[in-house]
Structure formats: structure tokens, C-alpha cells
């Protein structure tokens, strides 16, 4: 990771006051100080993990008719204001946003820049801090206030190489942090963040191909091979990379020791196509190859790739549900075996096999 910015800009709103204030830095960070640099780098480090590791994204990309962020960017792009300018302005116009609202915020908007090998990302994050007790060098206590990771607020990522390539219909990633939804709603709309990429539908979509080619196998062998494909996905979302769909057939196939991983990979494409040809408001990937679109637009339109939602991956294998006074989940898996059994008229469900630690409380 090369960190070449990081500025932080505390703000400040009550539910009831009509103003949001703001406490502007004055100052980028000097990462080229070794007394400091290594905190700055830490930092962006655990908001990176964070960021990573969530659930909650949304992809998308600057609303056409909502400019003055993505305007701000561009300035500071093309040199015509400093990176701590933009931030500033960029803050003030969040902040003003808030008056006369019932919004609340408490915290911190940190900004940095992340230079890779392949791209350049700048990152936005809603930052909050905790109190505690800290002992001084007399040994008295004192109140003392740090960073909460674990409370990190919303997240924003705009992958600037993508951007101005303008080859990405994602190039801007919206990750909802702990906290009130309607703020973090707030702040899309602030910066103009529009949707592009329903991942939850298209995680469906991708789990009934998984479905259905799980009952072209032998009975022992169906779930077990979507518990591997649902591990793999949820993997591949922890470490924040799209599941390419012949990387997960040549896993697949590293597990099951046939042919299957192979056939995965046809299945999943031939499934693709015939999506693809009936939707009538779309082209067939033969279609467009034959109007000469390039290799990108065709492979766009067979989906060879998925960004998956972690919560339909996981509904996938397993049925969880809960209310004040009741809490359930087992395996899909059971249902076949009818261990479990539901009667959809009724809407009851019977467990035909209690677990042991359950069935001895049961009958104490």
C-alpha cells in the first residue's frame, strides 16, 4: 500500500439542532515523517480490512445530474486545487446537506489516497471514537478517546483508474457501516452515488444455476457441492474480489475430484446465454459479437463474473430465523432428509431429530 494523502475532518450534528458544525483540519498528514507515518498507514490498513470484510456494499456511479462532488474530484485531479481543498469543500458540502434536518452525526470524515500496482483509490470513511481510562505517568487516571474500529460508519470507495478509463459500470463502491441508515443513505445522495449493480439479484440468479446443476450430480454429492461453492463465494467477498466463474469451476474441481468442476463452468455460461436470450429488451452475447462489440461488451453479456451478496449465500445453505421469543437455524440440507419436515399449508415445522445438548434440556 503506498498512502500518499490522509486528512481528517471532525463534524458534529444533535437530532436537534436545525446546523451541522464542522472542525475543518488544517493540515494533510506528513507521512513522510517516520514519528507519525506508521499511525496514518495502520489506520488506512484497518479501514481497508473493514471495508473489505463487510456485507453491506452497494456498487455503482456518479449520477449524471448530481455534479458538484464529482466535480470537486476532478479539480483536485487536474491539479486545479490542493487534495486537503477538496476534502474541505467536500465536508462543508455534507455538512450543509444536514441543516434543517433530523439527521444526526457524531465523528469524523477521514479521507485518504491508496496508490497500487493497478489502480489508485481514494476512500471516505465515517469515522467515530469511544472513551475510556487511561493511566498518566504519575499514575493517576484520566478520560482518554481513541479510534472505534469496530463502529466505523459508512465507507466510500472511488477507484479513480477506473474512473477515468471510463470502462467500469462500478467504480464507485458504498459500503453501509454500524449506524442509522437513513444518514448513510444521506450521504450517497450527497455524493451523488447511484446504483448500477443489484447484487442481490444477481446472486439469486447465480444460486439457481448452482441449484440446478447440484441435481445433475449423485444424491450425496448435490449439497455438499453448494456448500463448496457458497464457501468459496463468501470467501472471495471477504477478500473483497469478484468470483470469476472458471476460477470457481477449477476450484470445484480441486474438491470433488471429477469432471463436475468442468461441466460447472459450461453449465454456468450455456445458463447464461439462455437468460440472455430471453430477455427481449437485450441481445444475445451471438448476437452482439456479430454487430462486432468488442471481447469486453460480449463477455459482459454471458456474466463470466459475479459480485455476490453475503446474505443470499448464505440463505442459500441455511434457514435462520428469529423473533422476541424464538430462534432457529439448521441446514438446507436436513429438509431432503426430511429430518426436518414443513407443511406449507399449515405452516408448521417439525424437527423429526432434536440435538442431544437440546433434547436433554427438554426432558429436564
Request: charged fraction near 30%.
Given at each position: 500500500?503506498?498512502?500518499?494523502?490522509?486528512?481528517?475532518?471532525?463534524?458534529?450534528?444533535?437530532?436537534?439542532?436545525?446546523?451541522?458544525?464542522?472542525?475543518?483540519?488544517?493540515?494533510?498528514?506528513?507521512?513522510?515523517?517516520?514519528?507519525?507515518?506508521?499511525?496514518?498507514?495502520?489506520?488506512?490498513?484497518?479501514?481497508?480490512?473493514?471495508?473489505?470484510?463487510?456485507?453491506?456494499?452497494?456498487?455503482?456511479?456518479?449520477?449524471?445530474?448530481?455534479?458538484?462532488?464529482?466535480?470537486?474530484?476532478?479539480?483536485?485531479?487536474?491539479?486545479?486545487?490542493?487534495?486537503?481543498?477538496?476534502?474541505?469543500?467536500?465536508?462543508?458540502?455534507?455538512?450543509?446537506?444536514?441543516?434543517?434536518?433530523?439527521?444526526?452525526?457524531?465523528?469524523?470524515?477521514?479521507?485518504?489516497?491508496?496508490?497500487?500496482?493497478?489502480?489508485?483509490?481514494?476512500?471516505?470513511?465515517?469515522?467515530?471514537?469511544?472513551?475510556?481510562?487511561?493511566?498518566?505517568?504519575?499514575?493517576t487516571l484520566t478520560e482518554t478517546s481513541y479510534l472505534d474500529f469496530s463502529n466505523t460508519g459508512f465507507g466510500v470507495l472511488l477507484n479513480l483508474t477506473d474512473w477515468a478509463a471510463d470502462d467500469d459500470s462500478k467504480y464507485l463502491t458504498f459500503s453501509?457501516?454500524?449506524?442509522?441508515?437513513?444518514?448513510?443513505?444521506?450521504?450517497?445522495?450527497?455524493?451523488?452515488?447511484?446504483?448500477?449493480?443489484?447484487?442481490?439479484?444477481?446472486?439469486?440468479?447465480?444460486?439457481?444455476?448452482?441449484?440446478?446443476?447440484?441435481?445433475?450430480?449423485?444424491?450425496?454429492?448435490?449439497?455438499?457441492?453448494?456448500?463448496?461453492?457458497?464457501?468459496?463465494?463468501?470467501?472471495?467477498?471477504?477478500?473483497?474480489?469478484?468470483?470469476?466463474?472458471?476460477?470457481?469451476?477449477?476450484?470445484?474441481?480441486?474438491?470433488?475430484?471429477?469432471?463436475?468442476?468442468?461441466?460447472?463452468?459450461?453449465?454456468?455460461?450455456?445458463?447464461?446465454?439462455?437468460?440472455?436470450?430471453?430477455?427481449?429488451?437485450?441481445?444475445?452475447?451471438?448476437?452482439?459479437?456479430?454487430?462486432?462489440?468488442?471481447?469486453?461488451?460480449?463477455?459482459?453479456?454471458?456474466?463470466?463474473?459475479?459480485?455476490?451478496d453475503r446474505k443470499k449465500l448464505k440463505g442459500f445453505i441455511r434457514f435462520t430465523g428469529k423473533n422476541k421469543d424464538l430462534s432457529l437455524s439448521f441446514s438446507a440440507s436436513l429438509l431432503d432428509k426430511e429430518e426436518v419436515v414443513f407443511d406449507a399449508?399449515?405452516?408448521?415445522?417439525?424437527?423429526?431429530?432434536?440435538?442431544?445438548?437440546?433434547?436433554?434440556?427438554?426432558?429436564?
Open positions: 500500500m503506498a498512502l500518499k494523502h490522509f486528512v481528517t475532518h471532525q463534524i458534529s450534528k444533535d437530532i436537534k439542532d436545525p446546523a451541522a458544525s464542522l472542525n475543518s483540519s488544517e493540515h494533510d498528514a506528513d507521512l513522510e515523517s517516520e514519528d507519525v507515518a506508521h499511525f496514518y498507514a495502520q489506520t488506512a490498513a484497518q479501514l481497508k480490512s473493514v471495508f473489505t470484510q463487510r456485507s453491506g456494499k452497494r456498487y455503482g456511479v456518479f449520477h449524471p445530474e448530481i455534479t458538484q462532488v464529482r466535480a470537486l474530484v476532478q479539480d483536485w485531479q487536474q491539479e486545479r486545487e490542493s487534495f486537503m481543498s477538496m476534502t474541505r469543500r467536500i465536508s462543508k458540502h455534507f455538512v450543509n446537506s444536514l441543516d434543517n434536518t433530523e439527521l444526526a452525526i457524531e465523528g469524523y470524515l477521514a479521507f485518504f489516497l491508496d496508490q497500487l500496482a493497478d489502480d489508485d483509490r481514494l476512500y471516505m470513511f465515517h469515522l467515530r471514537r469511544k472513551t475510556s481510562v487511561a493511566v498518566n505517568p504519575d499514575m453501509f457501516g454500524r449506524g442509522d441508515k437513513p444518514l448513510q443513505n444521506h450521504f450517497a445522495e450527497c455524493i451523488g452515488f447511484t446504483d448500477t449493480l443489484n447484487t442481490a439479484e444477481e446472486t439469486e440468479a447465480f444460486l439457481e444455476i448452482v441449484d440446478e446443476f447440484s441435481h445433475t450430480l449423485p444424491a450425496d454429492q448435490g449439497f455438499e457441492y453448494k456448500a463448496k461453492v457458497v464457501d468459496y463465494c463468501i470467501e472471495q467477498d471477504m477478500r473483497g474480489e469478484p468470483v470469476v466463474f472458471e476460477e470457481l469451476a477449477d476450484f470445484m474441481a480441486t474438491q470433488v475430484k471429477t469432471d463436475a468442476g468442468k461441466d460447472f463452468s459450461h453449465y454456468i455460461v450455456d445458463k447464461q446465454k439462455e437468460r440472455q436470450q430471453k430477455a427481449p429488451e437485450g441481445l444475445t452475447p451471438e448476437q452482439l459479437a456479430a454487430q462486432g462489440h468488442d471481447t469486453r461488451v460480449v463477455a459482459d453479456a454471458i456474466k463470466t463474473e459475479l459480485i455476490p399449508v399449515s405452516n408448521e415445522l417439525r424437527i423429526k431429530k432434536v440435538p442431544e445438548s437440546l433434547l436433554k434440556q427438554l426432558k429436564q
